[in-house]
């Protein structure tokens, strides 16, 4: 596609379910990223897909947030057992190697609001 | 550590120049990027560079100093529109991310 597209933009969860969220990269981009943004608080860095494989999931908060990539394409964030201070903005972004500078390239974001 | 330092919130009027500033340490550096983003979307890319000196985009441009861990964001002829964040990250291994600056433009 064009950009980054996610789905869904929003989704509104009760406490202890789980959700997955979908991030759909540009095509032919090998790098993808998931954040998570707090209202008014910058980027919280979450996992990184180079292909399919995560070399590094340091920044996931918890286990109950997984993340998969399939196919080198669609990836999805899984949170299990949601709790409120999970709300907040989940942003992905790829970025493709060619030329080096590496650029992300985000997704409008899915608002996640835990009640 | 890793740290990526920017102010919080800046206020400049309609049709001056404001300077966005960055310092960082890190423990590597590939380049530094900087990111607008409005309220309620996501980052935007806007400038990167690796090598020290001043980039220049428009009425945007970005400067860096590689022996000094600076940069800055310069923005000229502001319009009401850049009414923004402004994200500072340095690219070591990963991306860092600074908390970015909120921009007030004022008419």
């Known amino acids: 596609g064009a950009g980054v597209s996610q789905s869904p933009s929003n989704k509104v969860t009760e406490k202890g379910k789980d959700v997955e969220l979908r991030c759909d990269p540009i095509s032919g981009h090998t790098a993808l990223y998931w954040y998570r943004q707090s209202l008014g608080q910058g980027l919280e860095f979450l996992i990184y897909?180079?292909?399919?494989?995560?070399?590094?999931k340091s920044g996931l908060p918890s286990d109950r947030f997984s993340a998969e990539r399939t196919g080198g394409s669609v990836s999805t964030l899984t949170i299990q057992r949601t709790q409120q201070e999970d709300s907040a903005v989940y942003l992905c972004a790829s970025s493709s190697r060619t030329g080096g500078t590496d650029t992300q390239y985000f997704g409008p974001g899915t608002r996640l609001t835990v009640l | 550590g890793q740290n990526i330092d920017q102010p919080t919130e800046m206020t400049a009027t309609e049709g001056a120049i404001v300077q966005i500033n960055c310092t960082y340490q890190?423990?590597?550096?590939?380049?530094l990027f900087w990111y607008q983003q409005h309220a309620g979307e996501a980052p935007t890319f806007l400038s990167y560079?690796?090598l020290d000196g001043l980039e220049e985009k428009g009425r945007f441009s970005s400067f860096l100093s590689r022996s000094k861990g600076y940069s800055y964001l310069l923005l000229k002829e502001l319009q009401m529109k850049d009414s923004a964040s402004y994200l500072c990250?340095?690219?070591?291994?990963?991306?860092?991310w600074g908390a970015g600056t909120k921009l007030i433009i004022k008419p």
């Open positions: 890190t423990s590597g550096f590939n380049g």
């Open positions: 897909f180079q292909g399919n494989s995560a070399p590094d």
């Open positions: 990250a340095v690219k070591s291994l990963q991306l860092i």
């Open positions: 560079n690796v």
